[in-house]
């Protein structure tokens, strides 16, 4: 059974960049690991209360076939996290898919994997990932080689689908 390691925030994760992939996921028969600083209840941005299932410097990346962080305000607590950075450049290494919605690509930015690759972001950090050498591509869904980053909620759905097809390849 495919495997992918979702990261979210400890708080004001985006509830629907979280639940809707997972949700197309889960119904493709792949497992989701939800991943955090805490084993504690966490709450998304829109009300969403979610367990996660391994804390984040437990999560290794061989032992998933994709790692992925999910956006919302809160996702800026990985933008310096040297475990959210060690954990996007181990799955990049290990060729495992890794992707991020709204602005959690600015994580895969600052771990360096986005240099010369084609990416999307939330609109407030275009410059930011563009400083980090990523050709910024203004599309809901990118996808570059093992690299999957979309730009927000409204693209959730495709994000997850995305990954699904990856995944299925």
Not at 9 to 37: C, H, W
Not at 87 to 111: D, R, T
Not at 114 to 126: G, I, P
Not at 138 to 147: T, Y
């Amino acid at each position: 059974m495919k495997s992918v390691a979702m990261v979210i925030a400890e708080k004001n994760f985006r509830d629907e960049e979280y639940q809707m992939p997972k949700e197309i996921l889960e119904k493709a028969g792949i497992k989701v690991v939800t991943v955090s600083t805490t084993l504690k209840e966490v709450t998304g941005k829109l009300g969403l209360k979610v367990t996660p299932d391994e804390l984040l410097e437990n999560i290794d990346p061989k032992q998933h076939d994709a790692v992925i962080f999910i956006g919302g305000g809160g996702a800026e607590q990985y933008f310096d996290d040297e475990r959210a950075l060690n954990l996007a450049k181990a799955a990049a290494e290990n060729k495992k898919i890794y992707g991020a919605i709204c602005i959690a690509p600015v994580i895969l930015a600052n771990a360096g994997l986005l240099k010369n690759k084609k990416a999307t972001v939330f609109s407030s950090e275009v410059s930011m990932i563009k400083e980090m050498g990523a050709i910024y591509t203004d599309e809901g869904v990118v996808i570059d080689g093992n690299l999957v980053t979309a730009d927000g909620p409204a693209s959730a759905k495709n994000f997850g689908e995305a990954i699904v097809n990856l995944l299925k390849k």
